[in-house]
């Protein structure tokens, strides 16, 4: 081998770790990580660049914990994950009329039937007053995530900014999530969209506090809830 191709060989291999070094860079600067015990409280503003639902979410709505006992906050990415594909498929459910698989984001019945009769009562609603207007897309902003210890396993809270671009304009709105470890699958435990004379303003009540993934599971605040969707 002459030397001039010895030459080109090592340039070339150089070049190749420079590469990958600068791949690997990135992915962890768009990657929150919080270090240290994980037992505390701990709360990430994420410094992700807003992005519309087409990128970043998986093509599968399976939504897998890093550790199948127990939620951390390093399931803070995928629980975004499934949060902005649930929003997605939300908003086009409520003014689309499109198919949202509720299954696939949670696993509490209670919950599932409220939001059930939510999307129903939306574009219910829409259609009513003839707003034809069709959801084009959703951006997320810059979204936050705070990680709970308990005795159940753990959660994650997690508080989203939308935009939703509809065929002419667009409005926006926060939603507040908590999400846990079901055998190692994240599920959303609740969710509150509390904008002004949103549907869960008006049952719910203004400025709830979100800080209870137990609460679907308490009968006697589900049996209030219940009585006034149904009223």
């Known amino acids: 081998m002459t030397r001039f191709m ?5 340039i070339g291999l150089v070049l190749a770790g420079c ?3 600068q791949t690997n860079g990135n992915n962890e600067k768009n990657t929150p990580v919080v270090s ?3 037992s505390t409280n701990r709360t990430i503003n994420t410094e992700i660049t807003p992005i519309t639902e087409q990128k970043g979410l998986q093509d599968t709505p399976e939504y897998v914990a890093k550790n199948k006992e127990k939620l951390s906050v390093q399931d803070s990415e995928t629980a975004y994950e499934m949060c902005a594909r649930a929003l997605n498929d939300y908003y086009k459910a409520v003014w689309n009329g499109s ?5 696939a984001f949670i696993d509490n019945d209670n919950l599932k039937q409220y939001t059930q009769k939510k999307i129903e009562s939306q574009y219910a609603v829409h259609v009513k007053n003839k707003q034809t207007d069709k959801v084009q897309n959703i951006e997320i902003g810059a979204w936050e995530v705070k990680y709970t210890d308990d005795v159940d396993g753990g959660f994650l809270y997690l508080k989203i900014p939308v935009q939703i671009h509809m065929d002419v304009g667009s409005y926006g709105e926060v939603t507040e999530f908590l999400v846990r470890n079901a055998n190692g699958k994240l599920v959303i435990v609740d969710w509150y969209t509390g904008a002004k004379d949103s549907y869960d303003f008006t049952v719910r009540g203004e400025n709830q ?3 209870n993934p137990n609460i679907w599971n308490d009968s ?3 049996k209030s809830v219940s009585f006034l969707t149904e009223m």
Not at 6 to 10: E, G, N, P, S, V
């Open 19 to 21: 590469s990958q070094d």
């Open 6 to 10: 010895m030459l080109f060989i090592a």
């Open 209 to 211: 506090t979100i800080d």
């Open 36 to 38: 240290g015990d994980s």
């Open 220 to 222: 006697e605040w589900v």
């Open 99 to 103: 198919v949202i698989e509720l299954d």
